[in-house]
Each structure stands twice: as structure tokens, then as C-alpha cells.
């Protein structure tokens, strides 16, 4: 059954959408790299108007359905008030080490309905120094405080960088992650029910498949991870919303809208999610020019795809119809897979009857896989009505969703 959809992976691609925050240290070192070992002292850490509902109001109007906040990254340092390690915000000023940005994080997500992640880096300096089963040890023990003191927690996000070169008790660590919360998701390693996409360039690759026997895991690894068997594991592309930082780095050049709905179609219209990243700046606040660029993105999102011209289709000697009520100029056709049938289209094209009664229909699009959802984006055609035509499958297949749309080229 490994290459069956589990129900919380259904519901994974239908978040879609997330926001990713990174937030920490290096926020007060914008200079620093990965992996520099450069000393970053926590007397730094001062984010004096830290607002986490403030973000996730934002990313929720902006129509996201999931954030990931980066817990601890390379540098070891602790969003929380960790009991293993004295590189925490509890020995920081900020709120007299008082404060806790996780429990801020946690608790404005669920006011908010939008799905919780956490990002936990593996692998860190102390990974460089301490033998590996103190390590472990350290590790299970912070997972622990996060996974057991936060109350519900959705999604588990493992960055792989680093950890190449490194053992870990790795059945260990996910009994326990297992056994603290066992309706999360994971991504990435090791017991992964979801997976990367293999860049940081936001773009899934076509054909983009649902049940694999390996996984790219890490930017410096130089192949793909081997899989004990084929598993159906959904893809996730992570993001930057700046132009080469994950931290905020003032200054730093933004995507346009433009690149960012190429992105997003390149993603989500490809059967993948989005985890789109906005780094917080020192004060703790989303800059403005970043936060009005995600509620540009989400405006288009909801403005090109929330009023189909037409969504009601048969299944006809083997193809897919959708008629029009009348003849309508379209440039886009979303589709998805039921979910019993998720991942059994490998090759399909769509064809567009015109609205000359006489006139054949004419080929528009052609293209792999369609899994949860695929965006199909052709030149706007005056038409009547179009079909799916399924060239390729591995097993019997069915549609769950044909719609048309025309995408209004003004909002870019």
C-alpha cells in the first residue's frame, strides 16, 4: 500500500499553498552564511515589535493554508526556550529570556486555522563536535520540547543540508517523533511523507511523479537518496521571496509578481505545493514591500481561478467533454485526479472546439502528469467546449476536476 495516498496526504496537497518563515540569529547577522562558523554573540537578539499574529493575518488574507517557522537552523540557535542547549532566545535580551517565538507562532496559527510546520535542522555546528550518539541524545531531546509542548503540530520539516556525511539513530528519532505526534507529516528524510523538489528555484519538473523510489534530500548532496521501495510521496517546492537570502537582508532585491506567478504555476500547476519564504526583520515585523508582494500574489491566485466559465464535464467513449454555455474566449483549463486513481496519468493533451459549429477541434495542449492539480496554460482560444484526451496511464484513471478559466492579463 506504500504507493497509495494516505488521508494526510491528500490533505497536504490541498494546502497548497504555504508561507515559510526564517527567523532567528542570523536575522541580526545578515553578513553570515551557511556554514561559516562565524560567532553570531545572542546579545544581538533584541526583536522589540515581534508580531507572529501580525504574519499569520497576513499569509492567511493572502490565501495561504499552512506556514513553516525555521525552529532551529544551522547555527543551532533555539526559537524557544530550549532545556539542552544555552544558545536559546532564553539567554537573549529580548523579553529579559522571557519569551518564546514558537509558543507566539503556534498559538497565532491556530487563531487563524492555518496548519502548523516546523522546520528543524539536523545537523549543526555542535553536529561537527559531539560524538554521534550524544548527538542523537541532544537531538530526540529537542524534538521532544517541540513536539510535545506546542499541542498539535502538522508537519515536521527536516532540512537535509549538512547532514550528508552524518549517522543518526534515525530509527530512534522517528519512533519518537512517531509516538509525540503521530498524525504528522514529514518532510524529506528518513521516514518522509512528503518530498523536495530538488532545487530552491521554486520549480517542479514535468513529468512531476506522485510515487517514487528516490529522494533528492540536500542542496550539497550529489545524488538522490535511494528509497527501500516506491512511495507515494507529494512534492513541495520551497521558495525565497528575495532574490538570494532566506534571512532578511535589508536591502535585498524581491521577486516581481510576474516571476512569482511563473512560480506558482510552475508548482502548484504542476501538482506540487509552494512554500513560499519571507524572512522577518529585526524588529520582528514582515517588511512592507514583501508583505504587499504576497497579497499581490494571493489576489492574483484568487482573481484568475475562483470563477470557472464552465466546470461541469461527462466521460464519453473515453474522453473527457466540458461544453460551454456559449462560445467564450479561455487561455487556461485546470484539471485533477480522483483521489483513488492520484498519480495513474503519465501523458494526456487537451483539444479546443472552436466556435465555428463545423470546425474540427484543434489540439491546445499537451503534456505528463497531472497528480492533484495541473494548471494548463495555452494562447486564449474563442471556444465552445474542449476535451481530455488520456494517452498514457498505468492503471485506470479518472478526473475529479475539468474546469475553464480565462486568465485576465491586466492583473499582471
Request: aromatic share 14%; with cysteine.
Amino acid at each position: 500500500m506504500a504507493t497509495r495516498a494516505t488521508k494526510k496526504q491528500l490533505e497536504f496537497l490541498n494546502w497548497e499553498f504555504g508561507v515559510f518563515f526564517h527567523f532567528g540569529i542570523r536575522t541580526f547577522y545578515p553578513e553570515h552564511k551557511d556554514w561559516d562558523f562565524m560567532p553570531m554573540p545572542l546579545d544581538a537578539f533584541c526583536p522589540t515589535e515581534l508580531d507572529c499574529d501580525r504574519w499569520i493575518k497576513t499569509i492567511w488574507e493572502s490565501g495561504a493554508k499552512y506556514a513553516v517557522l525555521v525552529c532551529k537552523h544551522h547555527d543551532g540557535f533555539a526559537n524557544w526556550p530550549s532545556q539542552y542547549t544555552d544558545y536559546s532566545v532564553a539567554n537573549t535580551p529580548w523579553k529579559e529570556g522571557e519569551g518564546d517565538i514558537v509558543r507566539e507562532f503556534t498559538n497565532a496559527c491556530r487563531r487563524y486555522g492555518i496548519k502548523i510546520g516546523l522546520y528543524y535542522s539536523p545537523a549543526e555546528y555542535e553536529t561537527k563536535t559531539k560524538s554521534a550518539k550524544n548527538y542523537d541524545e541532544y537531538f530526540i531531546q529537542q524534538i521532544r520540547e517541540l513536539l510535545g509542548s506546542y499541542g498539535q503540530i502538522d508537519y515536521l520539516w527536516f532540512d537535509g543540508c549538512g547532514s550528508e556525511n552524518h549517522q543518526y539513530d534515525t530509527a530512534r528519532i522517528i519512533q519518537e517523533i512517531r509516538r509525540l505526534q503521530p498524525d504528522i507529516l514529514i518532510f524529506n528524510m528518513w521516514d518522509p511523507d512528503t518530498r523536495w523538489n530538488g532545487n530552491e528555484s521554486g520549480y517542479a519538473d514535468m513529468p512531476n511523479p506522485l510515487i517514487v523510489d528516490s529522494v533528492a534530500f540536500s542542496v550539497l548532496a550529489e545524488s538522490e537518496e535511494k528509497l527501500s521501495q516506491r512511495l507515494f510521496l507529494p512534492v513541495e517546492c520551497d521558495i525565497k521571496i528575495h532574490r538570494n537570502s532566506w534571512f532578511h537582508k535589508e536591502g535585498e532585491e524581491i521577486k516581481t509578481l510576474d516571476e512569482l506567478i511563473g512560480i506558482y504555476h510552475y508548482s502548484v500547476g504542476r501538482g506540487a505545493n509552494l512554500l513560499l519564504n519571507i524572512g522577518p526583520d529585526r524588529r520582528g515585523l514582515l517588511p512592507k514591500a514583501e508583505e504587499a508582494r504576497l497579497r499581490e500574489l494571493g489576489e492574483y491566485i484568487k482573481n484568475s481561478f475562483c470563477n470557472p466559465a464552465a466546470e461541469h464535464f461527462i466521460l464519453e467513449g473515453g474522453v473527457y467533454k466540458l461544453k460551454l454555455s456559449e462560445p467564450t474566449l479561455i487561455d487556461c483549463i485546470i484539471l485533477s485526479e480522483a483521489e483513488e486513481s492520484l498519480g495513474s496519468i503519465k501523458e494526456y493533451h487537451i483539444r479546443a472546439y472552436c466556435y465555428d459549429d463545423f470546425a474540427k477541434p484543434i489540439k491546445v495542449f499537451r503534456s505528463e502528469t497531472i497528480g492533484h492539480k495541473a494548471i494548463c496554460r495555452f494562447e486564449p482560444i474563442f471556444a465552445r467546449g474542449f476535451d481530455v484526451v488520456i494517452d498514457k496511464e498505468v492503471t485506470c484513471s479518472k478526473l475529479q476536476k475539468f474546469s475553464a478559466h480565462f486568465v485576465d492579463r491586466r492583473l499582471l
